[in-house]
């Protein structure tokens, strides 16, 4: 099966021959991926929704993989037990539902090996995230697909130095690499967060000024250490 490339960026970042539950699994496409390129002997395809799970099903029997992959209904990690699968990929979802799906399943997620998540939006908050919960960040991708930023972390267990604003927003290890699309994603967020900060000033309230005044200082220090690291402005 071909992946798209950023699905194929997330696939690379399992590690072999873990048993992986793949959540918000849609049409199933990267645990076929896996089990079909014997990357993983085994996966769980899991969604809250009940077509896509008919489209996994369908694609799995496609495939051939029915013995190979199984498919459930259910909301995130709820349908996992714990010490079921060593691996959890999560897909398309923003960095504060993600957050969500892990604290409301602690028992399960204390249990894993790694997790390959992909947020489609707030990456910052899962990176937040894992340093609070004892896990490290050990790769990081940025994949630019349709037009759109598609952050890739693995996490895996350990403790973590605390990060700076740059590096919980931009990614430690993409800094780290000095990543060629780090630049152009941090434009996009820049200009989308100091606009809001804008709007946020003409309100004329203590509350909202108080708001404004933290994204452009937050973004003071993001373009500070970006300088550090690319020796050029954003």
């Known amino acids: ?11 690379d970042f399992v590690p072999q021959d873990m ?5 918000g699994s849609d049409h199933g496409y990267l645990p076929i991926y896996l089990v079909g390129e014997r990357i993983i002997p085994h996966a769980i395809a899991a969604d809250i929704g009940k077509g896509p799970l008919e489209s996994a099903a369908l694609n799995v029997r496609k495939y051939h993989l029915a013995d190979k992959i199984e498919l459930r209904l259910g909301n995130g990690l709820t349908v996992l037990r714990s010490n079921e699968v060593e691996c959890v990929t999560i897909c398309g979802m923003g960095g504060s539902l993600m957050s969500e799906i892990l604290d409301n399943s602690p028992e399960v997620v204390d249990a894993l090996k790694c997790m390959v998540l992909e947020p489609n939006v707030g990456a910052h908050l899962i990176r937040r995230w894992s340093g609070e ?7 990081e991708e940025l994949i630019e697909e349709d037009g759109h930023f598609y952050p ?3 996490l895996e267990k350990g403790e973590m130095a605390e990060l700076s604003a740059a590096e919980e927003f931009a990614g430690p290890l993409l800094l780290e690499a000095e990543h060629p699309l780090l630049g152009d994603y941090l434009n996009y ?3 989308k967060e100091l606009k809001l900060a804008m709007q946020l ?7 909202t000024d108080e708001k ?4 452009q200082e937050k973004w003071s220090a993001i373009e500070e250490e970006y300088q550090c690291h690319f020796h ?3």
């Open 189 to 191: 967020w820049r200009h």
């Open 232 to 234: 050029s402005k954003l």
């Open 1 to 11: 099966m071909l992946l798209s490339r950023r699905l194929k960026a997330v696939a």
């Open 19 to 23: 048993i992986c539950a793949d959540i």
């Open 201 to 207: 000033l003409a309100v004329g309230q203590a509350e």
């Open 133 to 139: 919960n004892h896990w490290q960040i050990t790769a």
């Open 152 to 154: 890739i972390i693995r």
């Open 212 to 215: 404004a005044q933290a994204l």
